[in-house]
Structures are given as C-alpha cells and as structure tokens.
C-alpha cells in the first residue's frame, strides 16, 4: 500500500510538473538568452561564455573547474585569453577587467578605450587617448607611456615593442616584465630616437629584431625605407627596401606596415597604385550643383550604372608583395585582378582569380569563368595557369599540386604547378563525385573533399557517402578509405580536422585513427566515427542531435556542440570516445519550464509514386488521436535542419516552430525537389501531396492547414493558392508575383539585374524570358489569381533590396481587383529580412494573431476589418 502511494505521488508530481509548464509566446523574447561568443582552454579547465538577450545585452560567465570558480559578469563584452591562458581580459562599457586564471581573482585594471593582449604574453596593455597604461596580471602596479602611435607583441610573449611621440621626435622602446619589481614591474630599453615617421612595427618569432616603415612625412608617401632594428645590439639597418625599388606608378601602403613572415626568411607588405594628382586637385575644387544630373546606360557597357555605384573594386588597391632580404629581392605576388590567396607565408605558390573578362556575361550567368593564375614564391614568376575556368579547387601549401574540380568534364584534377602537367584524379572512382540532387540550372558542384594525407601522395575525394584516396600523381586507381561502408549504410562521411591550428595544412595521417563525422539518411542522426586505415569506420557516437566538433583538448577529449529541436546547442567536455562527460554552458536551463515539441524524419510518396521527404513538428503533449492545427513551411530542402533549435524570437522572416508547436499547432516543412523550368509545379506536388499524406494520416485537421513563406517560399506560396485550396489561409513575405516583370528587374543591393536568378540559379527556369515565355507564364502566380479562394497575409516592404517592392504590389493589386481577401504590410524603409526589432515584434503578432484567427478559432483581429 505504501508502494502504490508513493507511485501515485510521483505520477501526480509529474503530471503537476507538466502542467506548469509555460506556453512560449512574446514574454520571454527580451529575457530569453543565445551563445554570442564561447572560448574553452586547452585543457577546458576555463570557459568564458558570453550570453546575450536583449534585456541584459551581454552577460559573460566565466568558469574555472579545478577552483569551483564561477562568476556571471552583466553587460561583459570581448572576453579573451592571453598569457598562454592563464590569464583573460574582458570589457563592461569602457572599463577593462583582468581574471587570474590560476588564482581566479579579478581586478578592474580602468577605463580603456581600446586595449592590447598576446596569445604568450603576460602583459595588458590599454589606452586612454593616446596614453598607453601596461601592467600583467600578477604584480598589482601599473606603468604608462604618453603620445603612443603603435605596439607590437613578440611572438614569445617575454617583450613588446612601444612607438611613441613627444611631438617632434619619435622614440621606439622595448619593454619586458621585470619579476624584482612589485609596483613598476616594466623594464624599458629606449632603441631608438628620431624625427622620421614610423609605420605600424613588427616582431619577429625569436623577439630580437623589430621591423617598421620611416618615412620622412606623417602619410607615408615620401622616402619611405623598411628598417630593421636589432633589439640587443641597438644597431639600426636599412633592408635594401625602400620606394625607389617599388614598380612604377605604386607607393608603399604605409597605414598597414610591414611584418616579418611567419619563419622570419621574408617581409610582407601590400603597395597601392598612385592616386592621380589630377584627380586629386578636381576633388578639393568646390563643385556647383548641376541644373540636371543623368546617368547613361549603354548596351555594350560591361558593368550597368547601377552596379558601378554598389561595387568598389577593391583588389586594384591591395597588391601583396614579399621581400626577400637574403637575396635583397622584392617579389609581387599579385597584380590587383581578383581575389589573391596564399595559404600561409610558406605556401609554394599563391594564386590569383580574374573574373574582369567575363563579367559581361554577369549580368544572367551564374557561375562565371576566371582565369587563374598563378605566382612563385621563391621566383615571382607569374604565369596563366587555366583560362576561362568554370569549377572549383582546392589548395595545399606545402606541395606543387593544385587541385581543380572541373564543371564541364565533373572531375577532380591534379595540375603539377612545376611542369603544368594535369591529370584526372578522380575517374578510377565508380561513383560520382558530382552532387547528384542538385537541382538549378547552373553546374553541380561536387560532393566536396578532404585534405591532402601527412605523406602528401593521397589527396581525398568525397562521394555521396564515402571518402576516397586518390594518388596526386595521378598513378594508380583511387582507394575508398571507409571501405564503402557509408554507401551499404546509408550514411555520408566526411573528415572532421582535429589539427591545433584549424584550416591548417598538415594532412591526413593514415598512421594514426581518423576522427569522421557522419550523417545517417534513414533518419538524418548525426555523430562521430573513427577510422584506422584499412578497416572499417567504428561508430563512436549517434543519436538524434546535432553534433558539432569544437576543437580537441587535453587528455584526448574533445569539445563537441549537441544540439536538437528540444535542446539549445550547448558546449559539452567529451571523452576520447565522444560520449559527453560534462555540460560546460547552459542555455537549457532556461528550456525545462517551457512547452517544446518534437521532431521526426517523415516520408511518403506523391502521385507519380516518388518518395518525398519531409520533417514534422509536433506538441509535447502530442496525441495521435487528436487531429492538429497544421502550418506548412518551406524554402528548398529542410531536413537537413532536423535537430536545428529555434530559440524563441521575433522572426525577421518566417515562422518559429518552437513558438508554434508550444501553442499546440503541428508544424510541416517539406523538402521540396524541383524538375528545370517547373519550380511552381515541382512545390505544388510535393507540398499538396505531403500535407494530404498528413491529413489521411490524421495528424492535421484538414479544416485547419495554413501555409506561409518567405522570399524564394513566398512565391511557392504566391503560385500554391492558384493552384490548390487546400489551404485554409496562406502567409507570403517578399514575393515575386510575376516572373516576366521580375525577370528584368533589378535586385536594389546590388545593383544587379535578376535575369540570372531565372536563367541559372533559385528560380530554376534555365532560358530566357523569349526562349522560355511559356514557363515564365505558367510559373507566374500574377496570370492565375481568378483561380485564388484562399485568404492572403503579405509582408513587402518599399525597401526591399531583393525583390523589388513593385511585386508585391502587383500581387497584391491584382488580388484586390478580383475582390480576393487580402492584406498587405509595408513597413516602410525596411527591407527583405526585417531590420528592426519593434517591427519584428510587430510581424510576430500580426502572424499569430492571423493564423490563431482561421486555425485556432480566436477572435478576429482589428487590423482585419
């Protein structure tokens, strides 16, 4: 009897604990809080999580395990580890605080309008105007210098070098920390005194030598010289570089300085072309103002006026040069046609990709060719490497080899950047490499690839599901490291890089076991495996999360981020074996007095007998044999964001699931599968055949089906309501009503005409308004909305930058001459994504209020009659 008692006390319990769970609504916008910022130590024995919401703005929590030290600072910003973490700094408003991370204690160190740390430096050193007050966390005085210009750290962390000025001279000192001193604990060294001017300063890795610009005026353009300054000797040398070496027509750009490289054996710094006196002079002349202004717009020209005004070519004024001074040679790495990349200071070659003579065809083409080309190093030769390149690549900076995936012939490519020799690399795999669901008109891109492997001969290749070693001598045939295990499980794998430095180039080691993240298609789970070379992957961790790796610690555990619909992505300590040890953040706090939901991986089949895809939300308290209010949502393909939490939040867009499940609707998001130059009708079966799946199912109530989207789902949902009235009420943000207006627009922020959404890329027509009229038609919602019976909500604002503000005009005009129920909100100089918070409170509610009015059975809204 007892027993029984004390069961049914823990049941009621449970139930009462249910019971007060709240329903989400706007209340718990201001308070709610997300992850800004989250820095963990090597050994994740300290954590400093900022946290912000919009009633408090920032609130950091700093945490240091083997102390049992945990402390929540409001309004903290710019948190930050320094002196090989044992220290951290952070910001409230315009004071500077410093943590002790060994001792934990805390000091306000001032006020600081900018300050300075080190990765290996125990020093602080902040600014008040142009005083510089420096001082490390263990001694308690502090030291200051007036008319401070520049400061720069040694890599070492033992010394940092300080420019300033009394006005006529320049002085360069070096200051160290002095362990015998308790109050003025700095030791200075005064190198250097002059009249000259002095760029931003370098040290190099072993702190020994600093390196600066001079210049015999204060904006750098006259006489300048590098100069190389020995800390210990106090022996000053000209390098042999200075503005008589540049090539014609470029100066120094004497604001950026000039750094050792990160090996010490070269000088980096960038030149720009000369500025036009000219030019200069018609600047500072006061202009009247015009009695009429035009602009001309020419056929032939390659950039409309309206792109000249949004794009400013900014490649043309960073041209990155090295100087060797072992050899006293200057060598220009880039030439100002495009993005330059170089992946460190040790990469063999660095690249360059000009797009100019094709950018004529920008106008409706999507991608565009680039003509790559390619630099030396060690030489500077500058060579074309591939011209008119439609593709991607890949590039190591340890090898000769660079890696290309090439649209036309959908193969990965392996050119030796020595002998020009280029070989396919990928054809010995039996699977493709290009991404077969692709669905727009432009080229496929690839499954994507992994690294180089330590050894330098393997370079990996990914297919839908396995991960491939393919010989960068383009000998021999391709190895499936994962054996094909992804491809019999139906599971995508991928190599998760657990180097220190991340994006580093240090390779694959088959020597040791591979850490791989992996997607499993049947239901979307994600986790971890691992991999010895030659065996199968062995599943480490699986489940119904999302699953983030952060960075590798101490002890071979891992940082990891899990996150699901129920639960915020919080950081977690994992062991060796990815199982989660302890929780190190804790957004979830504030999830367990809420309703919530859940979220399962659903599939049907359409009319024509193809399977579809799709996620649904559904309540807490969900009960099979109640039928549901249903909103439909979509864009593209969704399930990909299965385990994605939304935290509750004004929407800038669409609808929160979390917000709509906890008020007892059941939310639907479709994975929509598009067929070239049907993209109305390739969403109306998909959407139309999933949501009577449902209703024959009986999840929704078939009374009570509602559908909203925004932008590219706006118009889905603009062509639905032609098409079908399934809906009891639909939701359009953003739309483009008509494709044959819209084609010839203009997209506001850039400046661009929209013809290559149509002809290449979203809106998936693949031709011409003239090649194509019929599908331009045909997939326009404008030319069938007699057919609409369905209720319309439409957000278009008069400054949309994306769609113009003309479509939802015409949509919603034309819908009002044939006495269609609809209302429109122009929030007026707002955008495509709403900008404002106060007016996405506003949307939120107009949302609610409408789709709780025709699904839920609330009263009317005002706003309505």
Request: proline share 5%; glycine share 6%.
């Amino acid at each position: 009897m007892k027993k029984l008692f004390c069961l049914t006390i823990a049941i009621l319990s449970f139930v009462f604990a249910e019971a007060q769970k709240r329903v989400l609504d706007e209340s718990v916008y201001d308070s709610w809080k997300t992850i800004k910022q989250f820095k963990v130590s090597d050994d994740a024995n300290i954590t400093l999580t900022e946290y912000e919401n919009f009633a408090d703005k920032s609130i950091l929590e700093i945490k240091i395990r083997n102390l049992s030290f945990n402390q929540t600072v409001k309004g903290a910003t710019d948190a930050a580890f320094f002196n090989k973490q044992r220290g951290a700094v952070y910001k409230v408003k315009d004071s500077l605080f410093s943590i002790n991370c060994i001792s934990g204690l805390t000091e306000k160190i001032g006020v600081s309008k900018k300050h300075e740390i080190s990765d290996d430096s125990p020093i602080i050193a902040w600014y008040t105007g142009k005083n510089l007050f420096f001082k490390t966390i263990e001694i308690t005085g502090l030291d200051s210098l007036q008319g401070v210009m520049h400061v720069a750290f040694a890599p070492t962390g033992d010394m940092f070098a300080v420019a300033n000025s009394d006005g006529q001279r320049r002085i360069i000192r070096v200051i160290a920390p002095d362990a015998r001193k308790k109050v003025k604990f700095l030791s200075y060294d005064t190198l250097l005194t002059t009249q000259k001017y002095i760029s931003e300063m370098s040290v190099n890795k072993n702190g020994d030598n600093l390196l600066f610009f001079e210049a015999t005026d204060s904006s750098g353009k006259s006489e300048v010289k590098a100069v190389l300054f020995e800390v210990k000797s106090k022996k000053i040398t000209h390098t042999g570089l200075d503005y008589t070496r540049l090539p014609e027509g470029t100066v120094f750009n004497y604001k950026k300085g000039i750094q050792f490289s990160k090996d010490n054996d070269n000088y980096k710094f960038e030149i720009n072309p000369v500025k036009e006196e000219e030019a200069e002079e018609k600047a500072k002349v006061k202009k009247e103002k015009p009695v009429y202004e035009y602009e001309l717009w020419r056929w032939n020209d390659t950039l409309l006026p309206s792109q000249k005004r949004t794009r400013q070519s900014v490649f043309a004024n960073q041209l990155k040069c090295i100087y060797n001074p072992a050899e006293d040679k200057l060598i220009r790495l880039s030439y100002g046609k495009g993005v330059f990349l170089m992946p460190d200071d040790n990469s063999l070659f660095g690249f360059e990709f000009d797009n100019r003579p094709y950018m004529y065809e920008d106008l409706w083409a999507d991608p565009i060719p680039r003509d790559l080309y390619c630099v030396n190093r060690k030489t500077g030769e500058y060579r074309l490497l591939i011209e008119s390149f439609m593709g991607s690549f890949a590039v190591s900076g340890t090898t000769e080899h660079f890696f290309t995936y090439d649209f036309k012939e959908e193969a990965w490519f392996v050119t030796n950047l020595y002998t020009n020799e280029k070989k396919n690399i990928s054809n010995s795999i039996p699977y493709p490499v290009k991404n077969q669901s692709f669905d727009k008109p432009q080229p496929a891109s690839p499954y994507g690839h992994g690294a180089l492997t330590a050894d330098k001969k393997y370079f990996l290749i990914y297919d839908e599901f396995d991960i491939w070693a393919a010989p960068v001598d383009g000998s021999g045939t391709a190895k499936c490291i994962t054996k094909e295990y992804g491809r019999k499980n139906n599971i995508r794998f991928k190599v998760v890089n657990t180097s220190e430095e991340r994006g580093g180039d240090r390779g694959v080691d088959f020597k040791k076991e591979i850490l791989l993240e992996s997607v499993n298609y049947d239901n979307m789970n994600s986790g971890f495996y691992t991999l010895k070379f030659g065996k199968e992957p062995v599943l480490l961790v699986e489940g119904p999360q999302k699953h983030r790796f952060i960075k590798k610690s101490a002890k071979g555990n891992f940082i990891i981020q899990i996150e699901n619909f129920t639960q915020a992505p919080d950081y977690w300590l994992a062991g060796p074996d990815m199982k989660p040890i302890e929780r190190l953040t804790d957004l979830n706090e504030q999830t367990k007095n809420f309703k919530f939901g859940n979220t399962s991986f659903i599939s049907w089949n359409d009319p024509q007998g193809a399977k579809q895809t799709g996620i649904l939300y559904t309540p807490e308290d969900y009960d099979p044999a109640k039928k549901y209010p249903m909103i439909v949502y979509f864009y593209e393909t969704m399930s990909q964001d299965i385990f994605m939490f939304y935290p509750p939040a004004p929407t800038t867009s669409t609808i929160n699931p979390s917000m709509y499940v906890s008020r007892g609707y059941v939310v639907f998001m479709p994975d929509i599968r598009y067929e070239i130059g049907w993209p109305g009708k390739s969403c109306l079966n998909i959407v139309e055949s999933g949501t009577k799946y449902l209703i024959e199912k009986g999840v929704a109530d078939p009374e009570r089906v509602g559908v909203q989207g925004h932008s590219w789902g706006g118009y889905q949902v603009a062509y639905l309501i032609t098409q079908t009235d399934i809906f009891k009420c639909a939701c359009s943000e953003t739309a483009v009503a008509n494709m044959t207006s819209a084609y010839s627009g203009l997209r506001a922020g850039a400046g661009k005409p929209r013809m290559f959404m149509y002809e290449a890329t979203q809106s998936r027509i693949g031709g011409t308004l003239w090649d194509r009229q019929q599908n331009y038609i045909q997939n326009s919602p404008i030319f069938f909305l007699d057919r609409v019976t369905t209720p319309l909500l439409s957000r278009h604002s008069d400054a949309d930058e994306a769609v113009p503000y003309s479509q939802g005009l015409e949509l919603f005009l034309g819908l009002k001459r044939l006495g269609k129920e609809v209302w429109m909100f122009n929030y007026k100089g707002d955008g495509h994504n709403i900008k404002k918070r106060d007016i996405a409170v506003d949307w939120s509610r107009r949302m609610d209020e409408y789709f709780d009015y025709y699904l839920m059975g609330a009263k009317r809204p005002v706003w309505m009659n």
